[in-house]
């Protein structure tokens, strides 16, 4: 193992020890299961099913409408109620397929079933992950069945498992990593197969040593899996950081990862392939870290996708304290909760019930031109001139700062003395010239 690092980012207080070292629990839905069509990066997925058909767990009710575009699979039994437009994480309305829940969790034949994975092909491979509707689980969502397969399998070097969680609070990859190692060192195995060429790295951080042991176990005789230790810190997990600490290849906001050789993929993206492919298990389920000041018994769940953030946090005992904030994600990349009926989705990676002394806020003042926002940006970028461009609805000067390189990764705002909000500010910038460019 060698040590990695990348420029900029911040150690940050994190949180994890309310959930870290606690199992995985289950959870099952008792109420209605709800469906978005769009739980992807692409075009929303299509409705095969009617208002009043009866499903069971492991049946696809939409399928995939476009080359990326990813099928949606029931993660319960119960007859369809409703095909209608339903509030999502966002606050937006989506359309979506609602299932009446009957509790009974009555599977299709053969889910579950174990396959023998080495008579498989390339081909098969890919379409066992296509079947399975899998997103990636670690970001936007894009569909995993597009992303294995690139122009050239040749040409990817390193397929890197990116274990290093250094969102606040999060802990789903690190107890991913203890508690589904052999699914995880299978489920690269098999993506190793489609590109013969290239290498696995496992990126672990220095502070999660029983991860570190559990993972070299495994990995003990594997030629072409290496596993590198990297220092805890925010925002590591990005998926360019990731390259950078584990290869070295820089990337820009108009490049993609195949595009320096490498693939990134999130912990339990990789344990959702080894299930789709090796026990014909499509993603039913999510693992979310429900945690925070605010919950009564903050660990990691695993809960079907459909189910609403409300049932999720009753199985967690519920709220301890009134809290200050609710919010799906990390605190720093996060969507603030308005509403708790929402529906879990297969991006979704945590809930967050935050008390009042987590979230206190500092008074916002003038910038004093410290340059804390700019020792930490992981980017590279100067956040105070950036601000400058969007208070003044300066386009051009804001793309020639480098401002669509952003990641929103939140550390200048984080770090930031006079307490701006400097990330969102420049976030509504770039969604401002995305929106343009859409729109020419």
């Known amino acids: 193992m060698r040590k990695a690092t990348f420029r900029g980012g911040i150690p940050i207080c994190d949180g994890k020890k309310l959930s870290k070292d606690r ?4 959870v099952r839905p008792k109420g209605d299961a709800v469906y978005p069509l769009l739980q992807h990066i692409g075009i929303p997925a299509r409705s095969i099913v009617e208002v009043g058909d009866r499903v069971l767990v492991g049946q696809r009710i939409a399928e995939a409408s476009g080359v990326v575009s990813a099928h949606v699979i029931s993660s319960v039994s119960g007859r369809v109620k409703a095909i209608e437009p339903r509030k999502i994480v966002s606050g937006a309305m989506s359309e ?14 053969g889910l579950g079933e174990p396959r023998d994975t080495e008579k498989l092909s390339k081909e098969e ?33 390193y397929v890197i498992v990116n274990g290093a969680e250094s969102e606040p609070y999060l802990t ?18 098999l993506m190793l197969r489609l590109f013969e060429q290239a290498q696995g790295i496992i990126l672990i951080e220095k502070n999660k040593p029983e991860a570190i042991k559990m993972m070299s176990a495994a990995l003990k005789g594997e030629s072409r899996i290496h596993i590198k230790a990297v220092n805890p810190k925010y925002p590591r997990g990005a998926e360019r950081q990731a390259i950078y600490a584990a290869t070295k290849r820089k990337m820009n906001s108009s490049m993609i990862p195949t595009d ?77 909760l308005l509403d708790l009926t929402v529906p879990v989705t297969k991006t979704s990676s945590a809930l967050l019930a935050l008390s009042k002394e987590e979230t206190a806020e500092p008074f916002e003042s003038p910038c004093i031109r410290c340059g804390r926002c700019m020792e930490v940006c992981p980017s590279r970028l100067v956040p105070r001139k950036l601000i400058k461009c969007a208070e003044c ?18 550390a200048c705002s984080y770090n930031c003395p006079a307490g701006r909000s400097l990330t969102g ?11 343009e460019r859409r729109r020419r």
């Open 23 to 26: 199992q995985t629990m289950e």
């Open 96 to 109: 979506a397929i609602v299932i009446e829940n009957d509790g009974e969790f009555q599977t299709i034949d």
């Open 125 to 157: 491979i890919r379409a066992f992950v296509k079947d399975a509707g899998i997103v990636g689980l670690g970001g936007v969502g894009f569909p995993t069945h597009v992303k294995l397969t690139p122009k050239n399998d040749d040409a990817i070097e």
């Open 172 to 189: 789903a990859d690190y107890r991913g990593m203890l508690e589904e190692t052999e699914r995880l060192v299978g489920g690269l195995k």
């Open 260 to 336: 320096v050789g490498c693939m990134v993929y999130n912990v339990h993206t990789v344990i959702a392939v080894y299930r789709a492919v090796a026990e014909s298990m499509p993603l039913l389920h999510r693992v979310l870290t429900v945690t925070g000041g605010a919950v009564a018994n903050p660990r990691n769940y695993t809960v079907n996708i459909g189910t609403s953030y409300a049932e999720v946090l009753e199985a967690a005992g519920g709220l301890c304290k009134e809290p200050e904030k609710l919010v799906s994600g990390g605190p720093m990349m996060g969507t603030e």
């Open 393 to 410: 609805s300066d386009d051009q000067r804001f793309i020639r700062l480098g401002g669509m390189e952003c990641s929103e990764c939140g």
């Open 425 to 435: 500010t420049i976030k509504q910038m770039r969604r401002s010239i995305l929106d």
